[in-house]
Structure formats: C-alpha cells, structure tokens
C-alpha cells in the first residue's frame, strides 16, 4: 500500500542552525501538509501547499519556516534558524484530492522528531 | 475558529469491555470530522471520517462513530476492545470551505487496555 515517507526519522541540531525535514507524499496526490505535535501536546496544522503553492498557513508557520516541492516528488519543510521552542514531532501528510470529494483522506507519514538544544 | 475538545486525557477499559471516547467540536460553519489513531512510534492513521450522509459511520478495526449536529459531537466508540487498540485517538475537524482543507486536532485520548 502506498505511503508518505519522511526523512530523518530524529534530528538534532544546535539553536539557531536550519535544518530541513523531507517527505515524499503518495505519488498520485496533490495536496500536501505540514503539522506539527509539541511534546505532550496536540497536532497542530502549519501549512498546506497545492500547485506549488501555499494554499494556508497558521500563525505558527512565520518567516522562518519555508516549503518546497523541488523536484516532483519530494515536499520539504525548511526551518532558518531554530529554536528550543522547535522541538517537535513534524508530520508530513498528503491527500489525493480536495475536502469536497468524498474520497478524502489525508495521509500521514510516521514523522521526524527534531531537537533543538 | 473551530476547535476540538477531547474531555478524556487517559481511559483504561478492560480487554473485551465497550469503550467510548468523547469528543465535542466548536464551528460556527458545517464541517468534516475525523478520527485518527497513533500507535507507539508511528504516524496517524485515519479510522473514519464523516462527510455527509448517514451520521453513523463506520471505520476501520471495529470502530464507529456516530455525528450528533445539535450536540456538536462525534463520540467515537467500540463493543468490544483488544489489547491491539491501546494507543492515542485523535478527533479532528475540518470546515466545509473548499480550499481550507486544514485538520484540527483535539489534545488526544490514550487508551489502555487492561488484559
């Protein structure tokens, strides 16, 4: 069964580096997210991303996060300069088609845990 | 602004026993709601969804859930659990705008099955 890939599965890095955090979404789908889970704490939306465009954003996802869909495959998630308050779990999903159809599903990959220390 | 209230933060129920976790959702617009489970060290994995039609729907493992509009709720429920369903369960709610496809997460249920 297809499935959204996410690489690395842990990353450490120093405050104030960027890192970037990659996921490959099911080949046949044309949206694409980024949520994130604070330890402890619920799922939170970041972004959505459709014909090589953000589609929304929160308030979360400021200046210092970027997205890109660089070679048809790959989605990633950029962070410039990093924070302790970065720490998370970041999932990547993906889904097939908009809200309205009654096919929709978003699928989730399994994650990247970064730590910033 | 929608929202999503998950009043259990833990519910241990014996192996076999039913199971209900709760959840209420805040919209001021119609919307599409969602359950997802995570199991240790995995990602979310979408159990059922409710769309339109019928408000029963059913999921995948034996789940099901039923939409109550004038309760804004979508409790989520099970006859009968198997020590494989201990995990975390997330209600989640989406608005009916087209093009705002954002998922909004409650704060979780773990549930633990006692054997």
């Known amino acids: 069964e297809p499935e959204v890939t996410q690489t690395p599965s842990h990353q450490v890095t120093q405050m104030g580096q960027e890192v970037i955090l990659r996921c490959v979404p099911i080949?046949?789908?044309?949206?694409f997210y980024w949520y994130r889970q604070i330890l402890g704490q619920k799922v939170e939306f970041l972004v959505s991303?459709?014909?090589?465009?953000?589609?929304?954003k929160s308030e979360i996802f400021d200046d210092q996060f970027s997205v890109e869909r660089p070679d048809g495959s790959n989605f990633t998630l950029k962070i410039r300069s990093t924070k302790l308050e970065d720490s998370a779990m970041y999932f990547c999903?993906?889904?097939?088609?908009?809200?309205?159809?009654?096919?929709?599903?978003?699928?989730f990959g399994p994650g990247t845990r970064l730590t910033v220390t | 602004a929608q929202s999503v209230t998950q009043l259990d933060s833990q519910v241990p129920v014996f192996e076999e026993a039913p199971v209900e976790l709760r959840c209420n959702y805040s919209?001021?617009?119609?919307?599409?709601l969602f359950w997802y489970v995570q199991y240790p060290n995995q990602g979310l994995q979408l159990l059922l969804k409710?769309?339109?039609?019928?408000?029963l729907v059913k999921g995948i493992n034996g789940f099901e859930a039923e939409f109550n509009k004038s309760q804004t709720s979508f409790h989520l429920r099970k006859p009968s659990v198997h020590i494989s369903d201990t995990a975390e369960y997330f209600c989640?709610?989406?608005?009916?705008?087209?093009?705002?496809?954002?998922?909004?997460f409650g704060t979780g249920t773990r549930l633990t099955i006692i054997p």
């Open positions: 989640a709610v989406s608005d009916r705008n087209f093009g705002n496809e954002k998922l909004t």
């Open positions: 991303f459709y014909n090589n465009e953000i589609s929304e």
């Open positions: 919209s001021s617009v119609s919307v599409y």
């Open positions: 409710y769309l339109s039609g019928s408000t």
């Open positions: 080949s046949n789908h044309l949206y």
């Open positions: 999903a993906s889904s097939v088609q908009a809200l309205a159809g009654s096919s929709y599903e978003q699928y």
